[in-house]
């Protein structure tokens, strides 16, 4: 019995220390950026809609690949670790067959190099025994590529040679089980493999984390090799609802700002109760495509009001509650032009974050440019008029806002639906 105690005791002081290895916690690390950076891809092809006898035979090769490492993991445990510059270099190319795709829209060879992309990272993190140990398991993973190529006809044929795979690979095990001499096995309280490595995790760790990281924006903003198309981005404004009616084009700009250099600009104007109605809501925005950087809205140039017609009287920050659970602050300015008053809201926003702090605005706009969330941005004004007290206005607005807020969306990501491609440049 205390035989039985002090072998427990050492068996579990050796799984901590197995989980304290840098190289699981490399892996780890690597398999949440990959998960993260490419979770569309991988979306697209565990849980995006296929035919039903595809999509669960791809989760069933996932789930079988689990299985076979969890029957491995005693030899597992007991297999030298050491990052591989090997697995950094693979890593590299089916980064670069990622982006290929992205350019030229092929989504079968984006899905093929980030599945892929896992055996790379095994190798990166525990080198060449590992995968030679998991070798049966990762390449039976690589059976879901085939699964999502749709022009491949009988892929039943691949569903069938799976279940044969799996089945004859557990024979395989039991008859190697069955001849294995009884001195070839662990000796109980010998010392791992694993124990004795001494390799560096930082730095290959660090680079295949930058490749993972960059490669989902490369894919999506290098348009092509070739002259670029000119791009036309198009500007739906919302429908209005809960009582508002619009959009309706607003036949002047004599309330617009000016962002002359915008990629896109669209005005119109949302009524109450009818059409002409002094209490209309009149919404601006301009809009930056994803090749362009935040700092160009900022261009003296562009303003929020035309100077050489209105004159602003009063500027704020307001606090506007949305809901019981939202809330949103906007930038407050009164204008005046003559007899005529107007009050504006207006924020701005870098890939679909709202945001009235410019230095905030810059960095999330520097974050844009590394991550796979990478959209355009611009700014969204809406304004109206008062007579004796902005308080009026003020009430309109955000009455406004309460109902639009949501909808209002649309408008921070039109190059995701909205684009129109136009014949080739020079």
């Known amino acids: 019995m205390l035989n039985n105690g002090i072998q427990r005791s050492v068996s579990s002081s050796s799984r901590l220390s197995f989980l304290k290895q840098r190289a699981l916690w490399s892996f780890f690390s690597l398999f949440i950026a990959w998960a993260y950076y490419f979770g569309d891809i991988l979306f697209s092809i565990f849980f995006s809609e296929q035919p039903a006898l595809i999509l669960w035979s791809t ?33 590299f190319l089916l980064s670069a067959g990622f982006i290929l795709g992205g350019v030229y829209s092929i989504h079968y060879v984006e899905q093929s190099s980030v599945m892929l992309m896992l055996p790379a990272i095994v190798m990166t993190t525990f080198g060449p025994a590992v995968v030679r140990t998991l070798l049966f398991p990762l390449l ?13 006809q009988h892929r039943s044929i691949i ?19 069955f001849f294995k001499k009884p001195n070839e096995a662990p000796v109980e309280g010998a010392t791992p493999l694993w124990r004795f490595q001494n390799s560096r995790w930082l730095i290959p760790t660090l680079i295949a984390f930058s490749t993972l990281m960059v490669s989902p924006w490369l894919g999506g903003n290098i348009r ?61 925005t301009a809009y930056y495509d994803s090749n362009r950087s935040f700092e160009e809205m900022l261009d003296p140039k562009n303003t929020m009001y035309n100077r050489s017609v209105w004159k602003k009287i009063a500027a704020q920050t307001t606090k506007v509650i949305l809901n019981d659970d939202e809330s949103t602050v906007v ?5 005046q032009a003559g007899a005529i008053t107007r009050l504006v809201w207006y924020w701005y926003y870098i890939a679909g974050v709202s945001t009235i702090d410019l230095s905030t605005a810059d960095f999330l706009d520097k974050v844009r440019v590394v991550s796979k969330h990478a959209q355009g941005s611009g700014c969204i004004a809406l304004s109206t008029s008062f007579a004796a007290s902005p308080v009026e206005a003020r009430e309109r607005l955000e009455k406004f806002l309460k109902v639009m807020y949501g909808s209002l969306d649309v408008l921070k990501r039109p190059e995701i639906t909205y684009t129109t491609l136009t014949q080739g440049g020079k």
């Open 59 to 91: 989760r069933a090769i996932a789930f079988i690949t689990i299985l076979l490492i969890y029957i491995r993991r005693k030899v597992l445990a007991n297999t030298f670790f050491t990052s591989s510059q090997l697995g950094l270099l693979g890593l």
């Open 140 to 152: 039976y993973l690589m059976l879901v590529i085939p699964l999502q190529d749709s022009a491949l």
């Open 159 to 177: 569903i069938w040679s799976a279940l044969i795979l799996f089945l004859g690979y557990l024979g395989f095990l039991r008859v190697v089980k």
């Open 224 to 284: 092509s090799f070739y002259p670029p198309k000119h791009t036309e981005i198009i500007l739906r404004a919302p429908l209005g609802t809960d009582g508002w009616q619009g959009p309706q084009a607003a036949k002047s700009d004599l309330w617009a700002p000016v962002y002359s250099n915008a990629s896109a600009k669209l005005a119109a104007l949302y009524f109450t109760n009818s059409v002409g109605s002094p209490e209309s809501i009149f919404l601006y």
């Open 331 to 335: 930038l407050e300015v009164a204008l």
